[in-house]
Structures are given as structure tokens and as C-alpha cells.
């Protein structure tokens, strides 16, 4: 969620990558499908930040769907990742750099022991 950010300040690959794909764009319309990638990037976030907010919360309260729940965030969130680094737009390529698109992968790589050891442990009593 903060990647994209980080980039826009630094090395400008998502903007660099949409005007590669698509060199009649002028720069305001690579600018806004920058901006339309952040407010996605930053709702997709939030929204899994709540999410497992939510399902650490209900863990810990004993609430017998916490883990059917986690797992099927799990997946979401990894399919959600896989198709930011695997997703071919309109002009034959990936519609995120391949560095923004493996650093959305991250939280995926963490979420596995995360929902394993989910699995594994007793719930509190």
C-alpha cells in the first residue's frame, strides 16, 4: 500500500511503466492513471488491514469463524496480489511494474504462516 507512494516520490517506475505501455498518453493522462492506481492500491490496503485487524480480533475472542475467515482473506489478498503481477492490460503488458508487482506479493508471503499457524493453534479459552 505504501510502495506505490514511496515510488512516486523516488523512482517513478509505475508512471515510467504506463508511459512505456502507452507512449501516446499525454502527461496528465499518465498522472491520473498514476493517481487511479494509488487510490486503488490504498483501498485495497485499508481494506486488508481491517480485515485482518478483524480476524486477529476474532481470533482472540474465540470466535469459531475466525479461521475459515483468515483463510479466505488469504486467498483473496493473494489472488488480489497475483493479478496486480500477472495482469496484462491493453498494451501487452503487465498493468504494474514487475518491482510494484512482487512488492504486492509481500503481505501474501507474511499471511502464510500467519493462517498456518492460525490453523494450529488451540483457540483461546
Known amino acids: 500500500m505504501i510502495a506505490p507512494y514511496i515510488d512516486g516520490g523516488t523512482t517513478h517506475l509505475l508512471a515510467d511503466h504506463i508511459r512505456a505501455g502507452y507512449p501516446d498518453y499525454s502527461q496528465a493522462r499518465v498522472d491520473?492513471?498514476?493517481t487511479t492506481y494509488l487510490v486503488l492500491s490504498s483501498v485495497v490496503g485499508a481494506l486488508g488491514v481491517l480485515a485482518w485487524l478483524?480476524?486477529?480480533w476474532a481470533?482472540?475472542?474465540g470466535k469459531r469463524?475466525?479461521?475459515p475467515v483468515a483463510t479466505v482473506m488469504f486467498v483473496?489478498?493473494?489472488s488480489v496480489g497475483l493479478a496486480g503481477l500477472l495482469t496484462k492490460d491493453?498494451?501487452?503488458a503487465t498493468g504494474l511494474p514487475p518491482e510494484l508487482g512482487?512488492?504486492?506479493m509481500i503481505p501474501c508471503l507474511a499471511g502464510v504462516?500467519?493462517?498456518t499457524s492460525l490453523w494450529r493453534r488451540r483457540r483461546p479459552t
Do not use: C, D, M, N
Open 32 to 34: 491520473s492513471a498514476v
Open 113 to 115: 504462516p500467519a493462517v
Open 76 to 78: 483473496l489478498g493473494t
Open 90 to 92: 491493453t498494451s501487452g
Open 59 to 61: 481470533f482472540k475472542e
Open 54 to 56: 478483524t480476524a486477529a
Open 102 to 104: 512482487w512488492v504486492g
Open 65 to 67: 469463524w475466525a479461521r
